[in-house]
T-cell receptor, first 113, second 114 residues
Framework: GQQLNQSPQSMFIQEGEDVSMNCTSSSIFNTWLWYKQEPGEGPVLLIALYKAGELTSNGRLTAQFGITRKDSFLNISASIPSDVGIYFCAGLNYGGSQGNLIFGKGTKLSVKP | NAGVTQTPKFRILKIGQSMTLQCTQDMNHNYMYWYRQDPGMGLKLIYYSVGAGITDKGEVPNGYNVSRSTTEDFPLRLELAAPSQTSVYFC?????????????FGSGTRLTVV
């Protein structure tokens, strides 16, 4: 089936640093989503991208939908301790099963104060 | 709104036992989903439903069953628990097909089969 390659698998950064993570796929997606999961909770939607080339911000978070529609990246600027969690990318291809998001394996972010 | 509510939060089962994971949403969403999350593996779709009375298999349906008798509820049944079913299970819902409005996830059920 379709797979998303998300990298890096984990990151250990100092508070205040910028963070960048990305997702790539061999398949085209029509929608890219970025979720954050905190310990003991379900994923929460951060940013949704619907058009190739689209660049969308949500506070200190910025995400882009790659031109080829096969990749997306998420940047976090000036990280703070509450940014800690696992970040997942997810892609949707309308030609697939109805409503079936394909998830990356996640990037675990640790922030040192 | 409570959103998506899952119960129980934790459960330990013995091999061969059965149980039902409950999921309820109060957002009048048509679509509901069950995912399992294994360490370092992201989320895998088990079953989904596009409306009351309609269910379909996802990527990893073996060993599970679902039903959707109402719009609000989407229980997941494990008939003969196996150690391979040790995982964290998430229920999610969305208003319509596709992810244009995102999925709302519950807080998960952590299941251990021993």
């Amino acid at each position: 089936g379709q797979q998303l390659n998300q990298s890096p698998q984990s990151m250990f950064i100092q508070e205040g640093e910028d963070v960048s993570m990305n997702c790539t796929s061999s398949s085209i997606f029509n929608t890219w989503l970025w979720y954050k999961q905190e310990p003991g909770e379900g994923p929460v939607l951060l940013i949704a991208l619907y058009k190739a080339g689209e660049l969308t911000s949500n506070g200190r978070l910025t995400a882009q939908f790659g031109i080829t529609r096969k990749d997306s990246f998420l940047n976090i600027s000036a990280s703070i301790p509450s940014d800690v969690g696992i970040y997942f990318c997810a892609g949707l291809n309308y030609g697939g099963s109805q409503g079936n998001l394909i998830f990356g394996k996640g990037t675990k972010l640790s922030v040192k104060p | 709104n409570a959103g998506v509510t899952q119960t129980p939060k934790f459960r330990i089962l013995k091999i061969g036992q059965s149980m039902t994971l409950q999921c309820t949403q109060d957002m009048n969403h048509n679509y509901m989903y069950w995912y399992r999350q294994d360490p370092g593996m992201g989320l895998k779709l088990i079953y989904y439903s596009v409306g009351a009375g309609i269910t379909d298999k996802g990527e990893v349906p073996n060993g599970y069953n679902v039903s959707r008798s109402t719009t609000e509820d989407f229980p997941l049944r494990l008939e003969l628990a196996a150690p391979s079913q040790t995982s964290v299970y998430f229920c999610a819902s969305s208003y319509r097909s596709g992810a244009t409005d995102g999925y709302t996830f519950g807080s998960g059920t952590r299941l251990t089969v021993v």
